[in-house]
């Protein structure tokens, strides 16, 4: 699965948990509910602003992890 697809998921799995719909969840980090739409169903490339906004609603936190080469 790649990288945008399990981002997508783990918003919507957060989402559906809080029982926000992805409307309510769009007004609330002031971001349009087709482009909520298409980074929940792994279509869209999301900016970090945009992931953001979501994450802060959602009460989730973006992290970075560097892997060992």
Do not use: F, H
């Not at 926000?20 to 739409?37: C, H």
């Not at 792994?42 to 560097?66: H, Y």
Request: proline residues 1%; without cysteine.
């Amino acid at each position: 699965m790649a990288a945008i697809q399990k981002i997508g998921q783990l918003i919507q799995q957060r989402r559906d948990n809080m029982r926000v719909t992805q409307k309510q969840l769009a007004e609330m980090a002031d971001i349009g509910i087709n482009t909520l739409y298409k980074i929940e169903t792994g279509q869209a490339n999301p900016t970090l602003e945009s992931l953001q906004r979501i994450t802060d609603v959602l009460g989730m936190e973006i992290t970075l992890q560097v892997k060992k080469v």
